[in-house]
């Protein structure tokens, strides 16, 4: 167990009386640091080596103090003799160590001047042997005790991610896959958390596969297995015999290491990947962000984008303040002063419940938890603002990971959610800890997140957490247009909208807003979603709210208009979102926020009324209609080939055909796509509508080319598609005016206007565009 902060400074006295009047005669590193460790509670025995012996530049010996690797260099010097030459010393020897080993701080002492050098921060921390009580905590990075900033993009959290990525394929490729992997990897995951943030000792993990382990890998696996065993076996119920470096690790529980898997096997290169991993900090990367891209990595077609798809923390807040949070915090600011109140208010904030029914990785439930648990951080400091001791610090929490609730419906990331509950929550116990000088660890786990793995949408909500329990629905339901969504997906949305005329043409976000709406008919349940803005402009508007709105009575309370989806990853997908907040109840509390620029940061304005387009103005719906409300040319798709490309022909492509098939060229016409017409290039068509049978018996290459879009139409999926395999010389659209304006359907967001073109009837103009046809 760790020493409080207060036990670690009553110890920081007692050494200071001992060695104070020490003389340089007297002084001998060895059992100064000795003792020096023993002020944190840290064995000696797990601090590397004493006398360590190193390489220097000029290829002499030297010899470190003290090297705990990976941690901390000490360099040790006489009473009165130059640190800055020590510090300078110490610097040279690190040239002669291996990566991996080389230390985040080096601390240089005379026994009676102490130098403290962070290495990462670039800072330096001075002061004398008897003041060593006052500045305990500049040592609390080797006890893990450390508040960590976290960068939304922060290059640790991507190269943590890409490490587990090596050891996931190693695994994979020796035939260890699907639920044992993935089980197995968010075991090892858990591992390098919890030896880098005090749920273990610090380097536990990694000092037990160093020395218990075999370089070449044999026994790797077998030594996991039992150290799964040990982590899932209370301390009373362990063999008495037990290995002592096992016996060290603390029971979990939490049904984490319960479930008995295969034994996997190890080789030289996968220990290495696997110590890889151990050398990073992992106190720096954040649970929130790091999930996602652990999930992706396990993709290896997401792998490439890393972090492209994981909700930035942005995004979250600015779905969770406005729902919530500003509330909760306006609350607390208006009775902090009032002992009285603030119990209830504590009390309130520990009953909430949060369901988050698209959860992934958990990214909302874990950003959503640290900030109540921040909240709750500030309710006890005023609760405890004379000062007076907390005698158990575990007495006046009451916060704990199993409000959350989540559905996923992929298992590995639902696994992913509830141990990274685990982590942000053990990550606030030390926050706490630090604030009150008590060392408090949830351990063994007792609760946790119940993170259901499930199809959101065929899933009864109430099974998981009632609704006259719950507070609030949040999350990021998947965005999958509808012309892109499987048969099975649009089945569910036709069923959840009871097949009300047109649900088939809704994105599959649409589900999880009705499901949400039904879910909360008659309480006060409040619910926010971040969904692309599809759902606000456009046919599927009216289709989705009128049942919003009239069948089950929602109010629209906040909303934020289109916004761009963004974080800091490369190849970051181009996504523009609204976040529409919403109840089964009305509110005189109604804000719209609002973007100038949809890539920067928004503004918010009070309205009366939010509709469906978020706007405030009254609930209106707009139904779609086929033509214009005034007197202007109507606009219509251009043609879609629907033939696997085998109708398409590039300028290398037209001349080896042509070399081939030299009658086909009169119906070789130049085809106008939005890629083409924008950047200037050459694509041409087949375009085969005045093609006598007679003449195409006549030419082989396009009956070869007739065959393969036969048989691309025969087997889709789609009916609508394969009715067409009856004439596959044809584009599925045949529209030839003599004249018409070409309008791209796509350009570029960076374009002050869209580019328009006119064109005759010698060119085709492709689905990619909009065609005015005959337009002047």
Known sequence: MALSWNEIKDRALNFSKEWADTSNEEADAKPFLVEFFNVFGISSKRVSTFEHRVKKLDDKDGYIDLL????????????????????????????????????????????????LYDLEEDKTVEFKLNDLVNNVQHFGYILGYQKKVYKEQDPANIKAAELMGKLHDRLEEIGYTGHPLEVYLVRILFLLFAEDTTIFNKQQFQEYLEQRTAEDGSDLASKLQELFQVLNTAKENRFKNLDEQLADFPYVNGKLFEENLPTASFDSKMRQALLDCCYIDWSKISPAIFGSMFQSVMNPKERRNLGAHYTSETNILKLIKPLFLDDLWKEFESIKDNKNKLPEFHKKLSTLKFLDPACGCGNFLVITYRELRLLELEILRALNKSGQRVIDVSDIIWLDVDMMYGIEYEE?????????????????????????????????????????????????????????????????????????????????????????????VLDYVTGWYVKAAKFIQGTKIKVAFVSTNSIVQGEQTSILWEQMLNKYKIKIHFAHRTFKWRNEAKGNAAVHCVIVGFANYDTNNKSIFEYEDIKGEAHEIKVKNINPFLVDAKDILITKRTNPLCNVPKMSFGNMPLDGGHLLLSDEDKTEFLQKEPKAEKYILPLISAYEFLNGKKRWCLWLVDAEPNELKQMPEILKRADLVKKFRLDSVAPSTQKFATAPTLFRDRNRPETFIVVPRVSSENRPYIPFGFFDKNSIVSDTCMSIPNGN
Do not use: C
């Open 68 to 115: 705990w690797k990976g941690t901390i260099l000490i360099e040790m010097k006489s009473r009165g003799k130059n640190l800055d030459k020590a510090y300078q010393q110490a610097k040279e020897y690190t040239h002669g160590l291996k990566q991996h080993e080389l230390p985040k701080y080096i601390l240089i002492s005379d026994f009676e001047n102490f130098r």
């Open 412 to 504: 590995f990331p639902a696994r992913i959610a509830e141990v990274a509950m685990w982590l942000i929550d053990h990550q606030m116990n030390m926050q706490i800890s630090n604030e009150f000088g008590q060392y408090f660890v949830r351990l063994p786990l007792k609760k946790s997140a119940k993170i259901v793995h499930g199809n959101a949408l065929q899933t009864d909500w109430e099974n998981i957490v009632s609704k006259n329990e719950l507070s609030f629905i949040i999350g990021n339901p998947p965005f999958i247009g509808s012309k892109i969504m499987k048969q099975s997906q649009r089945d569910q949305i036709v069923k959840q909208f009871e097949n009300a005329d047109s649900s088939g």
